[in-house]
């Protein structure tokens, strides 16, 4: 892993507490555990060595394989969402640069994440490890069929749109357990959040957002 001098360490620090403060807090999320984790995540090592002067910015940024790295405040949104309190088993689907998996990594038990490209995965593999994560299970596939193995879970997140929710991700959650997903297709998609309740999905929309693709079994057709 690449070393930084204490002098870049700093500036790093003060971007994170910039974009916390004028990215996630100013725009309404209050959940202190969330905004701690995004201090703390240092969030410039999940992007190219070319683009980490952006790192901190207000968007997302591509990280190879036409895939990208979510904005900062989505990822908060979508985190806070899940109402993690720190003892969940969660399943992340499309593990992308590795960002999320670590916010997710902070706030959970344990983080089981799914990444269609095995280069990503790699990738993010070696940044988590490095970071010093060890409650985090990586797994290269079709992340829309789940991962019934090691299920139910307490959350289920989903960081690419699909059509519609699938079944296999209900079947797949706990009683109580929160799921949050973007749906529709490249033109118009939704934050989509689920709570199931006596087995069913109760959902809510949460803001307007655009996603890569979820491409599979139970997503979009390649
Ligand atoms: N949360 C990630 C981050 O912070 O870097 C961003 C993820 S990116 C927006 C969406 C990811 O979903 C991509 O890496 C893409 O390859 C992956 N993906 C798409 N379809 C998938 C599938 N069926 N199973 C697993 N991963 C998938």
Redesign the pocket.
């Known amino acids: 892993m690449q070393h930084f001098s204490e002098a870049e360490k700093d500036l790093y620090r003060v971007a994170r507490e910039k974009m916390v403060e004028t990215q996630i807090k100013a725009r309404g999320i209050k959940d202190s555990r969330v905004l701690q984790a995004m201090l703390k995540v240092p969030r410039h090592l ?1 992007v190219d060595e070319a683009l980490r002067d952006q790192a901190y910015g207000d968007f997302p940024l591509p ?1 190879g ?1 036409g ?4 904005q900062p405040y989505i ?1 908060a949104v979508m985190t806070e969402a899940l109402e993690l309190k720190g003892n969940e088993r969660v399943l992340e ?8 998996t670590a916010i997710l990594a902070e706030l959970s038990l344990w983080v089981y994440t ?4 095995p280069s ?1 995965l790699e990738r993010a593999k070696k940044i988590l490890f490095g970071l010093g994560y060890k409650n985090i299970s990586f797994k290269s ?4 069929l789940g991962w019934k193995e090691v299920s139910p879970f307490d959350a289920i997140i989903v ?2 749109a699909a059509p519609k929710i699938p079944q296999l991700f209900i079947d797949q959650l706990l009683e109580g357990g929160r799921i949050v997903i973007p749906v529709g297709d490249e033109y118009s998609q939704v934050l989509v959040k689920g709570v199931k309740r006596g087995g069913k999905l109760y959902t809510q929309t949460l803001e307007p957002v655009r ?6 079994a139970y ?1 979009f057709k390649e």
């Open positions: 999940f990280i394989e895939q990208t790295i979510s990822v689907v499309g593990t992308g640069s590795g960002y999320q799914i990444e269609k490209y990503l596939g079709d992340g829309s960081t690419a996603f890569v693709k979820l491409v599979g997503g």
